[in-house]
């Protein structure tokens, strides 16, 4: 019994907040069939901000409408002293709120009903997304700046894929390999292909 209370120790901590009871439930027992450790499962954005200063979890699923503060708001909360991946759900999907979530410095964006085979790709793009977040604070010390950089690399990174026609990891290589060639920061090389795209 201990070895399996040890185990579940060191799987991946996962905060959710969802204010429908049956999807909590459902995306609770989605998680925990992934072999995720599901550490505390609140209602309303409030509670999941105290849950994640209390808890300090690995990673934040949070639904974009809750009752008083919603997702996105507590995503931004979580976010001042928490520096985890932050997955949006959402009910549907739009520009709006997809920019929004950017703005609020969400990893990824989830459309409901959240199915565990969209959950798994889900939650693997949003570690990816955090990792290349980390390797970007180590560029760029100042965490505004390493805010500001991603918002700039992501807009790079989506003018590549559609003018390239490649994915996102593609275009994410493409960045680092010219960022490489030219001996500049991935930042910079972002703001030139951000730049040109404006003239064209």
Do not use: W
């Amino acid at each position: 019994m201990a070895d399996e209370s040890d185990k579940k120790d060191k799987r991946v901590t996962v905060l959710i907040a969802e204010d429908n009871a049956s999807a909590r439930r459902c995306l609770n027992d989605h998680l925990e069939a992934l072999g995720y450790n599901v550490v505390a499962a609140a209602g309303d954005g409030e509670t999941a901000v105290e849950e994640a200063r209390r808890l300090k979890p690995a990673l934040a699923i949070l639904d974009v409408k809750m009752p008083g503060m919603g997702g996105f708001e507590a995503a931004k909360e979580i976010s001042s002293f928490l520096h985890i991946p932050i997955i949006i759900v959402s009910g549907y999907s739009s520009d709006e709120l997809t920019n929004e979530a950017v703005e609020a410095g969400v990893f990824a964006y989830l459309v409901k009903p959240v199915t565990r085979k969209q959950l798994l790709p889900g939650i693997k793009l949003a570690l990816a997304r955090y990792e290349q977040f980390k390797k970007l604070k180590d560029e760029v010390k100042d965490l505004r700046d390493a805010v500001e950089a991603r918002k700039l690399i992501e807009r790079a990174k989506g003018i590549l894929m559609r003018r390239c026609k490649i994915g996102e990891e593609e275009a994410f290589k493409l960045l680092q390999a010219h960022s490489q060639k030219e001996n500049k920061k991935m930042k910079d090389i972002a703001e030139m292909i951000v730049e040109a795209s404006k003239l064209i």
